[in-house]
């Protein structure tokens, strides 16, 4: 299958700063990348939908000016959360999809906010 | 709204048996279905993907889709302790790109 590489894999902050977390296509580019949150023992939860070149679409819920999401090349999206607090200590996972129907995923980053 | 069910689990089989993962949709005009797994701590895995109706077949694992009843369901044949993992099916509906995901049921494969 494809390969999505996403970084750092895990992350220590503290409260009040923020911190980036970059998706990378391998060897396909990916014209539209999702951004999940799952916490523990819970389902992934759907945070955006990203399309390269445009505004990300956020589901419910996700506030916009906090979860900054940049999809500038059909590489590589980032997911900044703002000035974290750590009730958003989760697992953050992305997945890219490219010209066919197979979304692939991410190792995911492991954020906690201290 | 677009749902996908899974029973959570946990389902249990001893090792070398066959394991059956069943998932619904409810858009009847969902187009492509996923069976994804994902061990504790880590991201989901795509194992396997189906268009058609009937049945699919790689290695293992087969999954078999009814769209008439909507089900999606995936069987692992020989099960081992390392399939032991939370199975997650995905559903993109009809006139959609973005998949739904259920949310997983849990295998335990016990020696």
């Known amino acids: 299958g494809a390969v999505v590489s996403q970084h750092p894999s895990w992350v220590i902050c503290k409260s009040g700063t923020s911190v980036k977390i970059e998706c990378r296509s391998l060897?396909?580019?990916?014209?539209?990348m999702f951004w999940y949150r799952q916490f523990p023992k819970q389902s992934l939860m759907l945070m955006a939908t990203?399309?390269?070149?445009?505004?990300?679409?956020?589901e419910q819920g996700v506030e916009k000016d906090k979860f900054l999401i940049n999809h500038a090349s059909l590489t590589l999206s980032t997911l900044t959360v703002t000035s974290a607090h750590p009730e958003d200590s989760s697992f953050y996972i992305c997945?890219?999809?490219?010209?066919?129907?197979?979304?692939?995923f991410g190792q995911g980053t492991r954020l906690t906010v201290v | 709204q677009k749902e996908v069910e899974q029973n959570s689990g946990p389902l249990s089989v001893p090792e070398g048996a066959i394991a059956s993962l069943n998932c619904t949709y409810s858009?009847?005009?969902?187009?492509?279905f996923f069976w994804y797994r994902q061990y504790s701590g880590k991201s989901p895995e795509l194992i396997m993907f189906?268009?058609?109706?009937g049945d699919k077949e790689d290695g293992r694992f087969t999954a078999q889709l009814n769209k008439a009843s909507q089900y999606v369901s995936l069987l692992i044949r020989d099960s081992q302790p390392s399939d032991s993992a939370t199975y997650l099916c995905?559903?993109?509906?009809?006139?959609?790109?973005?998949?739904?995901f259920g949310r997983g049921t849990s295998l335990i494969v016990h020696p």
């Open positions: 189906i268009y058609s109706n």
């Open positions: 997945s890219a999809l490219g010209q066919t129907t197979e979304a692939f």
């Open positions: 060897d396909f580019q990916a014209t539209t």
């Open positions: 858009d009847r005009g969902s187009q492509s």
């Open positions: 995905a559903v993109t509906p009809g006139g959609s790109y973005i998949p739904t």
């Open positions: 990203s399309n390269e070149g445009s505004k990300a679409t956020y």
